[in-house]
């Protein structure tokens, strides 16, 4: 029994609950995204201590350096900015914002089979450059296609993610390529929205970079 005792006593101190704040945010740093997700669940001790250690802000600047949107990068400036913002709780607000980057990528990914910002965090980590890379094997269609998915027309303005593409032409920019930030319900309504949106916008310029492909082939 005492030994038994002392087991269950090493357990306790081994428990995420009663590791400091600093230790928590250390491990946190190491863990996936759905591993924070999962463990803030666990219990309310671990889910405050998520809170207080800023956990979500943190992975939010570690998952922006990687993938560099531009309008990810001003929406979380609007943080520090207004109501809204603080009615919609700051942790909530960067878990919104990273969703947004990883379903950002995938639907780049899914459409044009790259991502700009992800070839050059792998191109960095090797020392060498995207551009240079692409000029040696790509042709000017697949680097526009490169640089289109940079992200650079999709903007947040006055608390809306717009699609602002004037390079498309025959683009009809309504109503439903503006998603206002704070109007959805929760992050699961707003992130179906968001990624109809996008799916619908990049399917339309997939079909343009298409047609130009066949343009080419047929004047050879």
Known sequence: LILLDSLLQEFQRMSLVCVDIYLFDKICSFLRLQDIAQLEQTCKTLFFKTEEAGVW???????????????????????????????????????LLISLILTTNRAFKK?????????????????SQVSEIFEEEGDEISMKELNFTRGDSIVFRDG???????????????VKYQLNIFDAPDNAVFLKCYTACIEGYFQYVERYFDVLREQIFLAH
């Open 57 to 95: 802000k943190k992975k939010l600047s570690s998952t922006a350096d990687k993938f560099n949107y531009g309008f990810v990068g001003d929406a979380s400036k609007a943080v520090h900015l207004g109501e809204e913002v603080a009615q919609f709780g700051e942790k909530c607000f960067y878990k």
């Open 111 to 127: 459409y044009f089979q790259c991502c700009f910002w992800e070839e050059r965090y792998i191109d960095n980590n090797r020392k």
């Open 160 to 174: 809306n993610i717009v699609i602002d593409d004037k390079d498309f032409p025959g683009m009809e920019l309504n």
